[in-house]
Each structure stands twice: as structure tokens, then as C-alpha cells.
């Protein structure tokens, strides 16, 4: 079975740090470009970064840039978010997510985990 | 950066109804990298629609995805009750991967 496991949300203070792991097991990790997602109380989904497949390449939005660092570690089938200087508005559920190899969609989501920004 | 703007913002119906829901983006995109999820609160969101049009694995045919350049149409044929969700228009383009902000779909 393909499935992703998101873990690591939790409650942290404005200015704090977290780290989330998205673990992938059923299918070939190393082979697909990964992303994360979030979706907090008041808005719909919202895209937060990818990484390639290999972990040379990476994009994030702008609201998160300087901030969050999206890694890999294909050996162990996990992938990354480091997030920094966490504000409220940071706070959501965060999905990670598989992207298609053979076309653009993202195919395969985990259920999410819930960061929690307050003091 | 591309903007998705989904219309309406909630679109309530019955079952067995057909439902049309709207994806404007704020210039013209390429259909390869427009596609349409499903979300039910506390689950994971799910692709229903690839490439505009094509359907992901396992997608029932009364989910439809059509439309070029700014407008896309995901339509609905025959509503079931498990068709009840929020759904979204995603693009990519420029190293950016824009959600619109969602269509609730609800019971009316």
C-alpha cells in the first residue's frame, strides 16, 4: 500500500522551531518530487514547498521563504520541514505529498499534522 | 504570479443534481499543469482531474475536467452523497504551485 505519515506538529511559541517528517513506504521514494501543503482554520489548501527527487532542487512560497527548509533523506524514506521562526499565521494542518512522475498532480497525500502557533 | 480564483465560493445542491464549479486563472496557463483535488475535513485531500481533463486513477466518470487558457469547469454529473467536499483548482508555473481558494460543496 502507498501511504505517506506525517508527525512532528505540535504546540510552539511565536518565534519557536519545529520539524515535521513525512515517512513514504509502498512505492519507490527516491523516484518522485515530494511537496508540502497546508490548509489552516480559515483557508482552503495552500501550497508551502517541493523538493526533486534527488533533494538538489527546491521551491517554497514566498510566505515561508527564509524561514522553512524542505529536505530528504531518500536512504530513509523521509522527508522534511524545518520550519523556523514560526508565526500564528503558520499555524495549520500540514500535508505532505507525492507528485506524479508521469504527469502534474499531486497523487498521493498523507492525513497531515497539526502545527500549533501560540504563546 | 498566476491567481485561481473558484466560483461560486459555496455551491449547495442534492444528490443526483449536477454540479458546475469554476477555476479562473488571472492569465492564460497551460492545461498540462492545471488539476482539481477533492478535500473532506479531517482526510486527506484526494486528485480527482490531471492535465485539465484526464482522470487519476480510480476517479469516477461523472467527474468531468474541461476548459483552456483562463477558464477550467470541474462538472459533476450526478451528485452522489460522498461528493460532498471542498474542491480545489491547483496550477504550476514559475517554481509556483497556486491553489485557488476552494469550492464547498454542500447539501442543500
Redesign the interface.
Known amino acids: 500500500e502507498v501511504k505517506l505519515v506525517e508527525a512532528g506538529g505540535g504546540l510552539v511559541q511565536p518565534g519557536g522551531s519545529l520539524r515535521l517528517s513525512c515517512a513514504a513506504s509502498g512505492f519507490t521514494f527516491g523516484s518522485n518530487w515530494m511537496?508540502w501543503?497546508r490548509?489552516s482554520p480559515e483557508?482552503?489548501?495552500?501550497?508551502v514547498s517541493?523538493i526533486d527527487n534527488d533533494g538538489s532542487s527546491t521551491?517554497y512560497?514566498d510566505a515561508v521563504k527564509g524561514r522553512f527548509t524542505i529536505s530528504r533523506d531518500n536512504a530513509k524514506n523521509t522527508l522534511y520541514l524545518q520550519m523556523h521562526s514560526l508565526r500564528a499565521e503558520d499555524t495549520a494542518v500540514y500535508?505532505c505529498?507525492r507528485a506524479?512522475y508521469l504527469?502534474?498532480?499531486?497523487?498521493v497525500?498523507?492525513?497531515?499534522t497539526t502545527v500549533t502557533v501560540s504563546s | 504570479e498566476i491567481v485561481l480564483t473558484q466560483s461560486p465560493g459555496t455551491l449547495s445542491l442534492s444528490p443526483g443534481e449536477r454540479a458546475t464549479l469554476s477555476c479562473r486563472a488571472s492569465q492564460s496557463v497551460s492545461i498540462t499543469y492545471l488539476a482539481w483535488y477533492q478535500h473532506k475535513r479531517g482526510q486527506a485531500p484526494r486528485l480527482l482531474i490531471y492535465g485539465a481533463s484526464s482522470r487519476a486513477t480510480g476517479i469516477p466518470d461523472r467527474f468531468r475536467g474541461s476548459g483552456s487558457g483562463t477558464d477550467f469547469i470541474l462538472t459533476i454529473s450526478r451528485l452522489e452523497p460522498e461528493d460532498f467536499a471542498v474542491y480545489y483548482c491547483q496550477h504550476h508555473g514559475n517554481s509556483i504551485y497556486t491553489f485557488g481558494q476552494g469550492t464547498k460543496l454542500e447539501i442543500k
Open positions: 511537496h501543503v490548509q483557508k482552503g489548501l495552500v501550497w517541493r521551491d512560497a500535508f505529498a506524479s504527469y502534474f498532480g499531486l497523487d497525500w498523507g492525513q497531515g
